[in-house]
């Protein structure tokens, strides 16, 4: 089941949060190159950044009956991608509006590919946001801390590399310096990539060299096994 204000984040005050989230993220998403990269936000008409490096975006949305975009699932079952699929997940706010956030935290780590980047978004609950947040969900939807959500993350496997506080300290307040750290902001962008696995060497035995019987070349160790 899904908790959400059908509203709220097609509001002027998030899409203007929104867009300084982005502008805060990009920098370090352009550095990311791959096949394939997956956005699951909260409305159908937010854009995905511009990757040059990556291939090509799937969209998807969460709705109060299950995601729809590019591909439609139902909100309890898992996402519908294979392991390991693409080389970045944005989940923008996504964790806001989801009855579990662990499942679908878990679940971007299983599609994510092993250095692949994990960006989540979010409105802080210490910020000025919050009450007006809650005033406009009615208390149904529950902002997370970053900390909290990095600690489950590392605990999955990932690493949090960046996590900052961005844009402007209150609904419809002053805006800030494009893409700039704010320690009031109300949003916050939170960056991890999945380890990779750590390769195992193996042992190479020498393979007997086999010589024609005869002269041996000079140098050539008579112990050469025939």
Not at 22 to 41: E, F, N
Not at 67 to 96: I, Q
Not at 120 to 131: D, R, Y
Not at 159 to 167: F, L, S, Y
């Amino acid at each position: 089941m899904l908790h959400r204000d059908e509203r709220i984040y097609t509001s002027a005050p998030l899409r203007q949060l929104a867009d300084e989230q982005t502008r805060a993220m990009l920098p370090d998403m352009q550095r990311s190159a791959g096949a394939r990269a997956l956005s699951l936000g909260v409305s159908a008409d937010s854009e995905t950044p511009a990757l040059p490096l990556i291939g090509c975006w799937v969209r998807m949305w969460i709705a109060a009956d299950g995601y729809h975009g590019d591909v439609c699932a139902t909100p309890d079952a898992p996402l519908p991608f294979m392991d390991e699929a693409f080389d970045v997940v944005l989940l923008r706010h996504a964790v806001e509006v989801v009855a579990q956030p662990s499942m679908l935290l878990g679940e971007a780590m299983r599609v994510l590919a092993p250095g692949g980047v994990l960006v989540l978004t979010g409105v802080h609950p210490l910020s000025g946001w919050a009450p007006w947040f809650y005033w406009r969900t009615h208390g149904l939807q529950v902002l997370r801390f970053p900390s909290q959500l990095g600690k489950q993350l590392e605990h999955l496997g990932l690493q949090v590399e960046r996590t900052r506080r961005v844009g402007r300290a209150w609904p419809g307040g002053a805006a800030v310096q494009s893409g700039s750290f704010n320690p009031c902001g109300g949003g916050y962008v939170l960056m991890a990539r999945k380890r990779c696995r750590r390769a195992t060497p193996l042992r190479i035995l020498p393979a007997p060299l086999r010589v024609a019987r005869g002269s041996l070349p000079a140098g050539t160790r008579r112990s050469t096994v025939f």
